[in-house]
């Protein structure tokens, strides 16, 4: 009888056990972290992939980015973003139809097509009780990150907008932008005198809010407020509000200053918003990919998508220890329709040629060598534009082009390699320099944006998503899986 009484309460305890271990599993807090890689439609996705495969002097041990793996490893699907009104988006329409579920035109942000403001997954998510946050690498009323708190219907309404996310209120910001927070009273005034002996980039503040007590109201939230890597780094508060910069981020191959990484920001931000035990959401854009290509600077473009593979590369780990997270990689349009062609070539040419590329017949079909090639690149097209323009007029000649092109982009051209003359006098340096690069094998297509389809991967918890989908459906994705926690 006693032995009885033993098996039947050790089965008891073993079902209590196995039951309540189920249900603390089905209870865990669910977090979302969405990636969103602005601009970089599939063949930039693809430049950093080549990159790490094919590049003679890759740095990847076994040859393979965690784009790679993140694509082999997760859901992939194929994703078309047309807007309320048109076939081609900008990041204000993306973002906002990420964000919310429903369709807008270009320029809006929170707002549905009829300019009617709709609830974002942040906001949501935070009326759950979760932690929330957004950065990025350009400036934190940027389109991308305002999508998730803004309703404007004019992504310029940075006034309204900083309003907007002071009202939300996101645990976490991060990204560049001072100037949107002062205005030019609260300058003049000098109030703000101490404060700015804290912010390292005060003698490039150009302020354009039109509200004298928005900085007041920003001091009043709650927020540690920092200014740079180290400011952050020493920040042990739950609610932080970085600003590393007046505007937008330097490009990575021109040096970040004293701004954190990409991958530094998201470090922290996942190690603040980790310890609300409702769990979080975060939105985490690397938006300078964006504004290199708008550029046209393929070396500028991979070294910023080198910056996103590093962070990808954390998230990864995290989420590899974190089962009930997910993981959404995407981005919200494709910008300048990047790729590299074969070249026809002359006979001339080929004799010249013959030890820097892969000849075949007339073709030059562009030799691995020239992946190694963009990382030789010294400075971004925008930097040597300037440097080009801040010489005395009678020193803008074709000459010194071709010398600053040269010297910075390691190549060994001539003039007539990229379209100029000696005695010309008009002439774009932008034009010389995008035409120095196609002796890369590189071309664009445009600078602006592209209706080009993109790619969105899952990975770590799993969702149902069709294979096919509009940027709408992200948002309803991101509802069920936390609505599936209840």
Known sequence: MVKKLFIFAFCFLFLTSFAFAAKEEKTEPRNVILFIADGTGPTIMHLLIQYAKLAPKSPFQDRQSTLEKLINEGKLSLVHNDTAFSIVSDSAAAATQFATGHKTQPEALGVDKDLNPVSSVLIEAKEKGKATGVLTDTYVLDATPAGFFGHVESRKDYTTLSKNLLEVKPDIVMGGGFNHFVSKANIESGDLENILKKV???????????????????????????????????????????????????????????????????????????????????????????????????????????????????????????????????????????????????????????????????????????????????????????????????????????????????????????????????????????????????????????????????????????????????????????????
């Open 200 to 486: 390292p980039y005060a003698a490039e503040i150009e302020p354009k809010n039109k509200d004298d007590k928005t900085f007041e109201t920003l001091l009043k939230s709650g927020y540690a407020l920092v200014f740079d890597e180290k400011g952050l780094n020493k920040a042990k508060a739950n609610k932080i509000f970085g600003l590393f910069a007046a505007e937008g981020y330097p490009f990575n191959i021109d040096g970040l200053k004293t701004a954190p990484s990409l991958p530094v920001m998201t470090k922290k931000a996942v190690e603040v918003l980790s310890k609300n035990k409702q769990g979080f959401f975060l939105m985490v854009e690397a938006g300078e990919v964006d504004w290199a290509a708008h550029t046209n600077d393929a070396a500028t473009t991979l070294r910023e998508m080198l910056e996103a593979e590093e962070t990808l590369a954390y998230l990864k780990t995290w989420v590899d220890n974190h089962p009930n997270t997910l993981l959404i990689i995407t981005a919200d349009h494709d910008t300048g329709g990047f790729g590299f062609n074969y070249q026809k070539i002359s006979k001339e040419e080929k004799e010249n040629k013959m030890d820097k590329g892969y000849i075949q017949g007339k073709y030059d079909y562009i030799t691995l060598d020239n992946l190694d090639k963009l990382l030789e690149q010294k400075a971004s097209f925008y930097i040597l534009e300037k440097e080009f323009k801040a010489l005395p007029k009678e020193k803008q000649t074709p000459q010194n082009a071709l010398k600053i092109i040269n010297d910075n982009l390691n190549l060994n051209l001539t003039l007539k390699q990229i379209d100029l003359e000696e005695d010309q006098t008009d002439f774009s340096f932008n034009k010389a320099i995008k035409k120095a690069s196609e002796n890369l094998g590189i071309v664009w297509n445009t600078k602006k944006h592209t209706s080009s389809p993109l790619l969105i991967i899952f990975y770590g918890a799993q969702v149902k998503a069709p294979n096919f989908m509009h940027n709408t459906q992200i948002a309803q994705i991101i509802r069920n899986y936390f609505n599936e926690e209840q």
